[in-house]
């Protein structure tokens, strides 16, 4: 590259609809670390090219494909629901682009035309339950928004219960952004579950915690020192926005505003010395990580060849605000370290387990033994899901 070439990056994230909170992080952090990238001495200008699908499923796969065809993208930063990663995943595929998605998910999944920079269920979902089982017990209740997130955490809860000598009570699905949610309610003050496993997402999500915070203030057998919530995909924007109606509820993730040590106080500072004041989470990071990778490969590579630079985030590591990392070449994820965290009334999460390694991801669960955390160098194995 010669002078300051201009290279579009696409950001495809929804500002409005029944999960904004969560899509504007995003969309927040992609913004955030494009303008740090042009404050380097680089060679390239990273210039945003945004579009807002508004939270309509129908709008991904037609937005994508205009980024790329009429905008020259061939990096896209964005998507926050798995059902928004799948519709836009024949795009990126057909026309040789490469989606960079920051959002925990469920896992079972890889594409060369995918960056998962998320963590995926070996790397949120097993740890947060051997936190949560030796401390509370091992009878839960399973709630999930009504589409592949929801029904595939639930299926791996279920199995992992099971091999710790668990039981599920119930499983209850509700269709994405549905607030009518007394049933579930009434169903955990019958049952009386050890846990509740929240896989709802956006206003659904929060509602069921209003809700659960109620029966707690009139039943204190369901207080949430008695009675936790968990969730893998709750941040500190949500925390902030349910406030004391959250406090006791453990979430885990790769990243918290809250984590101790030096890297983490000056990634903040630089955050908010470019004038972001905004709530900062792991959605938040991982969008702004995805960036800063994409710059790095640019940088490497010479050019925004999508081959190119997906070849040099595969051979050599990009610091990012979590640490140095480097995207595994069989299933294009990344190592991610499990913290988990506490809700406080003050907006942030008290961290109660850090992580002091980073999990290698296992999207496809084959290494991962239920019964335990997975060994690092543990062999494959078949599993038989029933």
């Known amino acids: ?53 508004a939270g309509n499923i129908d709008r991904y796969a ?45 896992g079972f999944e890889t594409s060369d035309r995918v960056v998962y920079t998320g963590a995926c269920a070996n790397q949120h979902l097993v740890p947060l339950i051997d936190y949560i089982v030796p401390r509370f017990g091992n009878r839960a209740i399973l709630l999930g928004s009504n589409y592949i997130w929801g029904w595939e955490n639930n299926r791996l ?49 929060y509602t069921f915690l209003r809700a659960y915070a109620e029966l707690g203030r ?13 969730s893998s995909n709750f941040y500190e924007g949500e925390l902030e926005h349910l406030g004391a109606d959250a406090v006791g509820n453990y979430t885990v993730s790769c990243y918290f505003r809250s984590l101790p040590g030096e890297a983490n106080k000056q990634f903040l500072k630089s955050v908010r010395g470019g004038g972001y004041a905004g709530s900062i989470s ?14 790095e490969g640019i940088r490497q590579a010479g050019c925004d060849d999508v081959q190119k630079v997906l070849e040099a985030v595969k051979t050599q590591s990009v610091t990012i605000p979590i640490g140095p990392v480097r995207v595994d070449p069989h299933t294009h994820h990344i190592p991610l370290p499990a913290h988990i965290g506490r809700a406080r009334a003050d907006g942030s999460f008290e961290i109660v387990s850090l992580a002091d390694t980073m999990i290698e991801p296992d999207p496809f669960m084959s290494r991962t033994h239920l019964q335990d955390t997975v060994a690092q160098d543990q062999k494959s194995f078949l599993r038989l899901v029933k």
């Open 157 to 205: 809860a279920r199995e992992k219960l099971k091999a710790l000598g668990g039981e599920v009570l119930g499983e209850r699905a509700v269709a994405i952004g549905d607030t009518d949610i007394d049933h579930l309610i009434r169903e955990v003050e019958q049952k009386q579950p050890d846990f509740i496993l929240n896989n709802l997402i956006g206003e659904s999500s």
């Open 62 to 106: 037609p937005l994508c494909d205009e980024l790329i065809a009429s905008g020259g993208v061939h990096h896209i930063v964005g998507c926050t629901t798995s059902w928004s990663r799948k519709e836009v995943i024949p795009v990126v595929e057909k026309r040789d682009a490469l989606l960079w998605y920051p959002c925990v998910y469920e």
């Open 282 to 295: 792991a959605l938040f990071t991982q969008s702004y990580s995805s960036v800063l990778m994409i710059a």
């Open 218 to 230: 009139r039943n204190s057998a369901f207080s949430t020192a008695v009675r936790p919530v968990l």
């Open 1 to 53: 590259m010669t002078g300051k070439d201009v290279i579009p990056i696409g950001v495809l994230f929804s500002h409005t609809g029944p999960y904004t909170k969560l899509s504007y992080e995003g969309y927040c952090g992609a913004l955030a670390a494009i303008a740090a990238v042009n404050a380097q001495d680089l060679p390239f200008h990273l210039k945003p090219v945004v579009a807002d699908p």
